[in-house]
């Protein structure tokens, strides 16, 4: 294992840039892994960059995110509530709350996010969970499923 990985441009030293996932409903992020768990430490520090204008999946799992904004802003969805997003602020994803990220138009959104090495599959929203989340007409107007 590399002991130092410089940083340039939001990448490292051989960290590869890679795909966010195969397919999916998502716009312009990308997912660099930057430590992947250990016995001591088993858990993933992931990067990810959404473009200006893009956005992550809308999705949820039984396992908890926290994540840190490194760069850009934009918005989150976390559970029933939006919250605008900038430099440095901390996120908490409780197990089974819906979330989704966008960048702001003008702007990437960068962002640091800690898991469990051990971590269940994104659950995708159905029909109906989609009509329940746009109830609330902000969210409406937010989500990109």
Not at 42 to 48: A, G, M, N, S
Not at 113 to 142: G, M, N, W, Y
């Amino acid at each position: 294992m590399k002991l130092v990985r410089h940083f340039k441009n939001f990448g490292w030293d051989d960290v590869a840039v890679l795909a966010y996932k195969e397919g999916g409903p998502y716009k312009g992020v990308t997912r660099q892994i930057l430590f992947e768990g250990v016995e001591a430490l088993p858990c993933q520090w992931r990067y990810f960059e959404v473009e200006p204008g893009g956005h992550s999946t809308l999705e949820r799992h039984e396992h908890v995110h926290n994540v840190l904004i490194l760069r850009g802003r934009g918005q989150c969805l976390v559970d029933h509530h939006i919250h605008d997003l900038a430099e440095h602020d901390l996120i908490h994803v409780p197990p089974l709350s819906w979330h989704q990220f966008r960048a702001a138009m003008d702007a990437p959104l960068g962002f640091l996010c800690l898991v469990s090495d051990e971590r269940d599959r994104p659950q995708l929203p159905t029909d109906d969970d989609i009509a329940e989340l746009s109830r609330d007409a902000s969210i409406k107007e937010f989500i990109r499923p």
